[in-house]
């Protein structure tokens, strides 16, 4: 069994930082890409922001210079911090986690059951 497990969204006020952090558990052989996505009402779910095994990251245009992912090889474990927040940034954000949970398989997309993010202006 394998979970993707987000924490640390909540509300703040426009200006404002939070930090996210997910953890991926259970049987896992390796990691490759993790990443960040956000969906807001009445929207399709987009891409926040990527991180590579190697540490290679990919921001979207609209969170350029505000937000800053980060990832712990050992623990499994994906951050993303998040300043000078505004209401558009409002949405469910989704943990996303590229892994292969034995060496003769191939990798699978699994995701977190999401954390809402509240920006008030």
């Known amino acids: 069994q394998v979970q993707v497990v987000e924490s640390g969204g909540g509300l703040v006020q426009a200006g404002g930082s939070l930090r996210l952090s997910c953890a991926a558990s259970g049987s896992i052989v390796s990691i490759n890409a993790m990443g960040w996505y956000r969906q807001a009402p009445g929207k399709q779910r987009e891409l926040v922001a990527s991180i590579t095994s190697s540490g290679r990251t990919n921001y979207a245009d609209a969170v350029k210079g505000r937000f800053t992912i980060s990832r712990d090889n050992a623990k499994n474990t994906v951050y993303l911090q998040m300043n000078r927040l505004k209401p558009e940034d409002t949405a469910v954000y989704y943990c996303?986690?590229?892994?292969?949970?034995?060496?003769?398989?191939?990798?699978?997309?699994?995701w977190g059951q999401g954390t809402q993010v509240t920006v008030s202006s």
């Open positions: 996303n986690a590229d892994m292969r949970r034995t060496w003769y398989s191939s990798s699978i997309d699994y």
